[in-house]
C-alpha cells in the first residue's frame, strides 16, 4: 500500500530538529513525509496532507494593531505559511498545526494571540523543556479526546506565545492548568487540529502518536476528517 505524503513546513534557518522527529513519527505512523520552507515551496497539489511545525514567534503585527517589539525572527517563513494555510482553507487536506503553527492556524482565521504569557502564569512554569512537565486537560466531548483517548495527560512546553481570541469556526480541546488554550479544533469536514505542545518529542506517550496515525489515516482516506 503506498504511503500518503504529508508536507512539513519549516524554516531554513538553523539546525531542523523538529522536522527530523516530525519525519520519524509520520514514517512510524504508515507516511512520507517532504520538507517545505520558503525556499523549497514544493507541490501542495502533490501533498495527501500537512503540518505545520513549531518554531520562532510569529511577528506581532500580524495579529496586534499597535505593538512595540521588534519584527519577526523569521518573516519569510510568516509570509510562506499564510499563503499555505489560505491555499488550504477549505479543502479537506488534513492540516496539524504544531505550537507556533496551531498559533499561525488560528491568526490566520482571523484569531489574535497572547505576545508573552510569561507574566500571566500563575500555577505553571514559564521553564521551557521539550519533557512533558505539564497538564493538557482534554475538553470532554472533543475530537481530540476522541482521538486521545485520554481527558488529562503530560505535555511539554516551548512556547511563550500562546492562542488568545479564536479564530472564525475554531473551537477550544484543551486548555492547561492556567486555563490557557493548548489545542483547538474545527469541527466540519475538514481534519484541522492545532497543539500548542510537541507531540514530536514524546513519542512514548501512545497518545501522542495517536496525532501522526489519525493524521496519516485521514491523508490516506482511511479514517473520518473532521471532529464531529
Not at 134 to 141: A, D, H, M, R, S
Request: hydrophobic share 40%; with cysteine; aromatic share 6%.
Amino acid at each position: 500500500m503506498k504511503r500518503p505524503l504529508i508536507g512539513v513546513t519549516g524554516s531554513d534557518r538553523g539546525l531542523p530538529l523538529a522536522w527530523w522527529f516530525t519525519r520519524w513519527a509520520l514514517w512510524r505512523s504508515g507516511a512520507r513525509a517532504v520538507y517545505l520552507t520558503h525556499s523549497s515551496p514544493g507541490e501542495l497539489e502533490a501533498l495527501d496532507g500537512i503540518v505545520i511545525s513549531g518554531g520562532d514567534d510569529i511577528d506581532r503585527g500580524l495579529y496586534l494593531a499597535e505593538h512595540d517589539a521588534p519584527g519577526p525572527a523569521d518573516p519569510e517563513r510568516d509570509r510562506f505559511e499564510i499563503r499555505v494555510l489560505e491555499h488550504l482553507m477549505g479543502s479537506r487536506l488534513p492540516v496539524l498545526g504544531i505550537c507556533r503553527g496551531a498559533q499561525l492556524m488560528n491568526v490566520v482565521r482571523g484569531g489574535t494571540l497572547y505576545p508573552d504569557l510569561r507574566n500571566l502564569r500563575r500555577k505553571t512554569s514559564n521553564r521551557r523543556t521539550p519533557l512533558a512537565r505539564k497538564t493538557l486537560l482534554v475538553e470532554p466531548g472533543s475530537g481530540l479526546q476522541g482521538m486521545l483517548g485520554e481527558s488529562r495527560l503530560r505535555i511539554n512546553s516551548l512556547h511563550q506565545q500562546a492562542i488568545k481570541d479564536l479564530g472564525e469556526g475554531l473551537v477550544v480541546s484543551g486548555r492547561d492548568l492556567d486555563g490557557f488554550v493548548q489545542a483547538v479544533e474545527l469541527p466540519g469536514e475538514s481534519f484541522l487540529y492545532g497543539v500548542q505542545w510537541h507531540p514530536e518529542y514524546l513519542p512514548l506517550q501512545a497518545p501522542q502518536r495517536k496525532l501522526f496515525t489519525t493524521l496519516v489515516r485521514a491523508a490516506a482516506g482511511d479514517e473520518p476528517c473532521a471532529p464531529q
